[in-house]
């Protein structure tokens, strides 16, 4: 399924950049998400001018019906790495699954363009689930999740910007 997410974030493109790798702005994330945990920094590092993180994700919802059958709620967490290139501020994204393998692919383009002292954020890429009868539907859920995710992360990161 591919997607498309544009948020407007009232902060400075550079103040977005350098929260992406500043630990506690992720910490600052546990009251943003409601059905994940606070994201964990793993890596934040700059090598020739890109931005590279990997941050783990945890799923901290409720599991219902065909899907609860298939996955165990405790295995439900995923890496995303990502790379940014300062200079240009577009790069890319990629899930990768902790448990599951081969059960979901993402990928996506990030680019993060400024306007009106304004960060307009968009990410647009593929998403597919491999789980035979549910796939479409979990892509669904999945994909309803992430963009509401993405907008409380504008929000936590525009307050972040405004504080550090």
């Not at 799923?59 to 240009?88: E, N, Y």
């Not at 509401?148 to 929000?155: D, G, K, P, S």
Request: net charge negative.
């Amino acid at each position: 399924m591919r997607f498309s997410v544009t948020e407007r974030i009232d902060a400075s493109r550079d103040a977005i950049e350098a929260a992406l790798a500043d630990r506690s702005y992720y910490a600052s994330l546990a009251v943003a998400a409601s059905n994940l945990e606070a994201p964990d920094l793993l890596i934040a590092t700059v090598t020739d001018g890109v931005l590279h993180t990997s941050v783990r994700y945890r799923f901290a919802g409720d599991i219902s019906g065909p899907a609860a059958m298939a996955l165990d709620r405790d295995k439900l967490t995923w890496v995303i790495d990502s790379s940014i290139d300062l200079s240009t501020h577009e790069g890319r994204l990629t899930v990768v699954p902790d448990h599951y393998d081969g059960l979901l692919r993402c990928w996506a383009t990030i680019s993060l363009v400024e306007a009106e002292g304004r960060t307009v954020e968009t990410i647009a890429g593929e998403l597919e689930v491999s789980i035979p009868l549910i796939g479409g539907t979990a892509e669904k859920v999945i994909l309803a999740g992430f963009t509401q995710h993405l907008e409380r992360e504008a929000a936590a990161l525009a307050a972040f910007c405004a504080t550090s």
